[in-house]
């Protein structure tokens, strides 16, 4: 699902209007050196947070709108949707995880902390234990339920290379809601509701994004989509299929195989030179062959751990996939005999196995055994080229059970690539990338099972409360907003959540009465309509207030000056435009309120 940015209303919750003169207007002509990305850079420019610390910002006042802007509109929609808010503290007592058995799982990522009395505490960074366990305590009957908690609070991840500034800092904002349900249908229900809300919630913001199906990583759960803001800087991968409704995560997105068929063998295996070459793409030019005819090796392994903690057992596991395509790790994960964890192979475990150093592996020759996993479309082909476990040698005209058995699995291993045929059916998969700034899940009962989260049902019995949650990173959004919108002057804010809709800029405020009297009025009619603007009232020279408005990205600026006011007319400029028009000086509110959507 992808949705166009269009003129929006702004949330009803409405700020107090201001003059420059009383604000905090404080950009920068330069980004500081270590500000890599976009939203880093132009953030810092237009004075919308000041850097603490590693991963650690202040908000200015200027940064601080657009939150609490972007606060409103999720607090409005989580409310339409029956979400009921709360507020769940930062930190929280290591009990709770050590119950669910996060306390450890969770990684270093986990801030833990001790109190004067040496009791073990985290800095949340997300609350499924503490709302589990407000669940436990209060809804105690099957007509309580269903309950939907939601809070807007800090959270704290201790990233190990904070970076990009707010996009991966280690203290945020984030939304988080939880659901509580009686049974599946009826908790698959409130995921559907919760989307349907993340979808109102996007579309206000004037965002382009899509949702697509994710993984459900390590929060757990069976049902998943993120909500990505589509931008070419993003760190993900989407896939969607143009002619239809299909879109996913490249890490969960189905790949399937390029080949209908396994072909009949036409050719006779033998064993061929390929001195120095030890990558496909080498390979395949050495040969004069299509890069699709080669096979790449993975070696991964697995260790059977005993009560001790000693390796009780290791399995080595070849993974082959065709030679331009790339593993898929996560969808390795879930192939069975691999669920519980991998690692990839050491050297020694590889010669040991292959008898050959990395570079010219292949399933052909094995000193020891290893089981093999083939991706789909490896498993269909024939007269492919693979490693012969021999430095500078490869075997061509390689064919399944002819030259080497069946593989012992054949599965979903790969990424899929532009020009795949999509899943549905309804055409082929485009690729685009996008920044990941909310989840839903449906968690089913991982959380409720471990912490003994239990209702009576219309019986009497015990039954476990099913649960789905969903996160909106608040700080994020901001700078997921400005990597997608932004240009050569600064930031192009979506409306909605513009730190002011309208900036009037008085050329002469403070020497030409006309001009000063007509700005006032112009200020105080938005004012008394309750649009958001601000009133430039500083007396800066035109350029430089000019530059600053543009870099601070406001939708819309009013542009006064005595020439202007001689002729009736006032200018109207879009950040997006290219230019200013005139526009008669009555008719600039109307005008503004049609831009604004209001």
């Given at each position: 699902m992808l949705v166009g940015a269009m003129p929006l209303a702004a949330p009803r919750t409405r700020l107090r209007l201001m003059k420059a003169s009383q604000f905090l207007v404080s950009t920068l002509k330069e980004a500081p050196a270590d500000a890599e990305v976009a939203s880093h850079k132009l953030m810092m420019r237009a004075g919308m947070i000041k850097r603490l610390g590693a991963g650690i910002y202040n908000y200015m006042p200027m940064g601080l709108r657009v939150i609490r802007k972007v606060e409103a509109i999720i607090r409005e929609e989580m409310v339409r949707a029956g979400a009921i808010e709360l507020l769940m503290p930062v930190v929280q007592p290591a009990e709770l995880w050590q119950e669910s058995g996060r306390f450890q799982a969770y990684g270093p990522e986990l801030l833990r902390v001790k109190d004067r009395h040496d009791r073990d505490f985290i800095i949340q960074p997300t609350s499924e234990e503490v709302v589990t366990d407000i669940a436990r305590q209060e809804l105690r009957s099957y007509k309580q339920l269903p309950k939907n908690f939601f809070h807007i609070q800090t959270k704290f991840r201790d990233?190990?290379?904070?970076?990009?500034?707010?996009?991966?800092?280690?203290?945020?904002?984030?939304?988080?809601?939880?659901?509580?349900?009686?049974?599946?249908?009826?908790?698959?229900?409130?995921?559907?509701?919760?989307?349907?809300?993340?979808?109102?919630?996007?579309?206000?913001?004037?965002?382009?994004?899509?949702?697509?199906?994710?993984?459900?990583?390590?929060?757990?759960?069976?049902?998943?989509?993120?909500?990505?803001?589509?931008?070419?800087?993003?760190?993900?991968?989407?896939?969607?299929?143009?002619?239809?409704?299909?879109?996913?995560?490249?890490?969960?997105?189905?790949?399937?195989?390029?080949?209908?068929?396994?072909?009949?063998?036409?050719?006779?295996?033998?064993?061929?030179?390929?001195?120095?070459?030890?990558?496909?793409?080498?390979?395949?030019?050495?040969?004069?062959?299509?890069?699709?005819?080669?096979?790449?090796?993975?070696?991964?392994?697995?260790?059977?751990?005993?009560?001790?903690?000693?390796?009780?057992?290791?399995?080595?596991?070849?993974?082959?996939?065709?030679?331009?395509?790339?593993?898929?790790?996560?969808?390795?994960?879930?192939?069975e005999g691999l669920k519980s964890g991998f690692r990839f192979a050491t050297g020694a475990e590889i010669e040991s196995h292959f008898g050959c150093k990395p570079g010219y592996l292949g399933p052909i020759g094995l000193k020891l055994p290893v089981k093999i996993v083939a991706d789909r479309t490896v498993a269909n082909m024939s007269d492919f080229v693979c490693g012969a476990n021999e430095i500078d040698f490869h075997f061509t005209g390689v064919n399944w059970g002819r030259d080497l058995p069946e593989p012992d699995l054949i599965e979903d291993i790969r990424n899929v690539v532009e020009g795949d045929p999509s899943p549905d059916g309804k055409g082929v998969l485009a690729i685009q990338r996008g920044i990941e700034v909310g989840h839903v899940f449906y968690l089913g009962t991982k959380y409720s099972e471990a912490m003994n989260a239990n209702y009576l049902d219309e019986t009497g019995k015990p039954r476990l409360m099913e649960m789905g949650c969903y996160g909106i990173g608040v700080t994020r959004i901001l700078g997921a907003a400005i990597e997608q919108n932004n240009d050569a002057r600064g930031i192009i804010w979506p409306a909605a959540i513009a730190p002011f809709a309208v900036v009037i800029c008085p050329i002469g405020y403070d020497r030409s009465a006309e001009v000063k009297a007509s700005a006032d009025a112009l200020y105080a009619e938005l004012q008394s309509l309750g649009i958001d603007a601000l009133l430039d009232d500083r007396g800066e020279r035109p350029g430089a207030m000019f530059a600053d408005w543009e870099l601070i990205g406001v939708p819309q600026r009013v542009v006064i000056s005595d020439r202007g006011l001689k002729e009736g007319q006032v200018e109207l400029q879009g950040r997006r435009e290219a230019e200013a028009a005139s526009v008669a000086r009555a008719d600039v509110v109307a005008r503004l309120r049609d831009r604004l959507g209001l």
């Open positions: 990233e190990r290379r904070p970076r990009f500034g707010i996009m991966r800092g280690r203290e945020f904002t984030m939304k988080d809601a939880y659901s509580f349900d009686r049974d599946k249908a009826a908790a698959l229900k409130s995921y559907d509701t919760m989307y349907a809300a993340y979808c109102r919630i996007f579309d206000r913001f004037g965002l382009q994004y899509r949702a697509v199906a994710a993984d459900t990583g390590a929060i757990g759960g069976d049902a998943s989509h993120e909500f990505q803001v589509i931008a070419d800087t993003g760190e993900d991968a989407l896939v969607y299929c143009p002619s239809s409704d299909y879109a996913a995560n490249i890490e969960l997105a189905e790949a399937l195989p390029l080949i209908a068929r396994r072909g009949a063998p036409a050719q006779a295996m033998a064993k061929t030179p390929t001195p120095g070459k030890s990558t496909c793409a080498d390979v395949a030019t050495l040969l004069g062959l299509p890069l699709a005819r080669t096979v790449k090796s993975l070696v991964l392994a697995t260790d059977e751990i005993g009560e001790s903690g000693d390796v009780l057992k290791t399995t080595v596991w070849l993974l082959l996939v065709r030679g331009d395509h790339d593993l898929n790790e996560i969808k390795a994960g879930k192939v």
